[in-house]
């Protein structure tokens, strides 16, 4: 009896000792990975401001080679608008199918840039897909509403579990754990809009590229330019679903953790 005690306190002792390796390791990725991240997420902005310096040939604004391509393609009822600032703020220029609109900031709309023509066109793309039937601009929208408004509800939700766990059991346990799991579900949603995402820019940018050949609307370097701005879009979101599936398994490495130090 003692022996097989002894046997079982010596495994649980290594497979603590993995967990904990584990985690560390994950910590390590995770640092590598948010400093990547960040970096991708200051290269979009100091190329998308840098390329909306650049003044296209055509000297066509955003709104305007938009509408163009959109009447070309037999869409004359999207419509190409500015929106608020919380609209900006949230969604950025983006492509309603609920509200048939193509939303393009205040400072690209009527841009004549490499920036405000790579952007809006990428936009008409995704129009010409979702008029075909593909549903994945339509999903992103409704999940992107549950994006802003779930940390509302989550973060308050862990925060009861800690009161819970600390007056009914006097220590963090059970509903702090409960709770957590369900915010893990939280991660999990936006790996799949995440994942979703990557789909849809990586689709849209060819088809943008497809057009600026079909219609001239760029030239040979402009189009050069625009890619490099829809490849750091496609880029940072890959480094991003790379990172939430880190933070998913050390999230669960970490639960294990708490189960192995209550025991």
């Known amino acids: 009896m003692n022996l097989v005690s002894n046997l079982l306190l010596k495994s649980e002792s290594i497979f603590s000792g993995a967990v904990g390796i584990a985690m560390l390791a994950l910590l390590v990725a995770l640092g590598v990975f948010a400093v990547l991240s960040t970096i991708y997420h200051w290269v979009i902005v100091f190329r998308y401001r840098g390329y909306n310096r650049i003044m296209v040939d055509c000297n066509l604004s955003a709104e305007e080679s938009a509408k163009n391509l959109l009447a070309s393609l037999g869409y004359q009822d999207v419509k190409v608008s500015t929106m608020n600032f919380f609209a900006e703020w949230f969604f950025g220029n983006h492509y309603n199918p609920k509200k048939n609109t193509i939303y393009l900031r205040k400072n690209i709309i009527n841009s004549k840039s490499i920036t405000a023509i790579a952007i809006a066109t990428k936009l008409v793309a995704q129009v010409e897909s979702t008029k075909k039937g593909d549903k994945k601009v339509r999903s992103r929208q409704v999940m992107s509403y549950f994006g802003f408004f779930a940390p509302i509800i989550l973060l308050p939700m862990i925060a009861l579990g800690i009161v819970l766990d600390v007056t009914i059991l006097n220590t963090i346990g059970v509903f702090t754990i409960i709770f957590t ?13 995440m994942s979703l995402n990557i789909k849809i820019e990586k689709a849209s940018s060819a088809r943008a590229i497809e057009f600026f050949k079909e219609t001239h ?7 050069d330019t625009a890619q490099q701005l829809y490849r750091t879009y496609i880029v940072s979101a890959i480094m991003d679903y ?13 639960l294990i953790w708490k189960i192995i130090a209550r025991k």
């Open 217 to 223: 609307l760029l030239t040979d370097e402009e189009i």
């Open 181 to 193: 799991v369900v915010s893990l579900s939280y991660f999990v949603f936006g790996l799949v809009a």
């Open 242 to 254: 790379v990172y939430t599936i880190l933070y998913i398994v050390w999230f669960i490495f970490r």
